[in-house]
Structure formats: C-alpha cells, structure tokens
C-alpha cells in the first residue's frame, strides 16, 4: 500500500499518530510494544513530534522497547550515529527506562560479534524475531536499511541481524536483514523528495531487481507494508 501526502507535516502527522496507535494496541494486547526505528534525516521531524507532550502522553514508555533497523558503526557520540540523533530528539525526552533501548554498537566487541548479540537480543524481547513496528527509510539507489545494491547481505535468509564492511562507504554496518524485517507486524518506509522518485518508481513499479533496488525485498510474510510518501518522491509513480 502507499499513501501519498501533499506535505512533509502531513506525512509526519500521519506517521506519528499510526505510532501511538500501533503501540497502544501491542501494550494492550502484549503489554509491550517492540519498535525499531529508521535513521538518517527522515525521521527527526517525527522524532520530535512524538517528544512533544500531546503524543508522549498517548504512550506508556515504560513498556516501549527500542530496537534499530540499521546503524553505522562508529560510537554513539558519533553525529553519524542514527542511535545518538534518537536520544536527542525523542529518547532523552520521554519516560523511558534505559534497560529498554538496545543502540546497534558497543565498543567492547567487533561488528560481526555484535551482530550476533543483537540477534539474541532480539529473540530475548520479541515473539520469535517479530516486531510490532519497523519503521524504514529509502535512499536514492533504492537502499532500505542497510540493505546496499549488491551487496551479500541481500542474499542472507538465516541470519536476524548482520554486520559488513561497505567498500563504497569505507565502514562497518550493521543492519537487520529482509527476512526479519518480513516477520514484522507492520513495516513502514518513509520516503520524501523528487531525488527519490525514480527509485521508488522501479522498486514499486520497475521489473523485480532487488540486487539493484533492495527495498523490493521487503515483503511482509504475515504483516503489513505502508509506503509513506511525499508528492515528489511520488512524481513518477502511477
């Protein structure tokens, strides 16, 4: 499904309130909601809308857990740290406990090690690897997480969670991958700007080519998918 809004606010508007619903929802049936949250700039606007008092009211923070979809390896004083950007816009905001969020880094060990920590970790929290909400962005070359064009991970189908070194970027990442992320309740991906256009139009539209357009390789196996997306980033789409 995709939903296309005539402004970024609108979206931003839409995406928080879906936050607040999903998450009283899993609380009231589970008593917790289990989230993993995007990085890079898409989701600072959101941040900070749901750090305001009219919606973090709407939400028991006590029971929230934070995962994250994807992260840099570098520490999380680090601005490139998508973990660092969410405690300054929402988490250093709200009420919750610091044993509830689980950033993608530690300092102690390598990436690879750490891949396999935060699988366990996962399974620790959720119900078989099963989120209540993943939230994505998408990059121009049709990225989702960290989920590269060509890149090995996209051919993984054991593994929860991997880390690599990505040559074009000279650093580690650590992502989850599309099998997980396909075991979620509800995946949305938010999109914004014309520079996206063309990609989200071959990712929704194009021939399956999920070696050159990962997010195709997002498909819920039991959940569902939401598009989230601007009128620019929706100009080549039909």
Same mark, same amino acid.
Do not use: F, G, T
């Given at each position: 499904m995709i939903e296309i809004f005539d402004k970024k606010d609108e979206l931003i508007s839409y995406v928080a309130n879906q936050f607040v619903s999903i +998450?009283?929802?899993a609380i009231e049936e589970n008593g917790k909601f289990v989230v993993a949250l995007t990085g890079g700039s898409s989701p600072i606007d959101l941040h900070k809308l749901l750090a305001t008092d009219e919606y973090q009211s709407k939400i028991d923070w006590e029971k929230v857990y934070i995962f994250w979809g994807d992260e840099r390896w570098v520490p999380l004083e680090d601005d490139r740290s998508n973990a660092k950007m969410a405690f300054t816009t929402l988490l250093d905001?709200?009420?919750i406990p610091q044993g509830n969020i689980f950033p993608m880094y530690n300092d102690v060990t390598? /990436?690879?090690?750490? %891949?396999?920590e935060y699988q366990q970790l996962i399974k620790e929290v959720t119900s078989e690897g099963t989120f209540d909400l993943i939230l994505l962005g998408m990059g121009d070359d049709g990225h989702t997480a960290s989920l590269f064009p060509h890149q090995k991970v996209l051919d993984e189908q054991?593994?929860?969670?991997e880390a690599y070194y990505l040559e074009p970027q000279?650093?580690?990442?650590?992502t989850l991958t +599309? /099998?997980?992320?396909?075991q979620a309740k509800n995946i949305q991906i938010i999109v914004f700007g014309e520079n996206k256009a063309k %990609?989200?139009?071959?990712?929704?539209?194009g021939?399956?080519?999920p070696t050159e357009y990962p997010t195709q390789l997002i498909k819920p196996t039991n959940g569902e998918l939401t598009f989230l997306v601007d009128k620019a980033a929706a100009s080549q789409t039909k």
């Open positions: +998450a009283q929802k905001h709200v009420n390598s /990436p690879e090690e750490y %891949a396999i054991d593994k929860w969670v000279s650093m580690y990442r650590i +599309a /099998p997980l992320i396909n %990609a989200l139009y071959e990712v929704l539209q021939e399956n080519n």
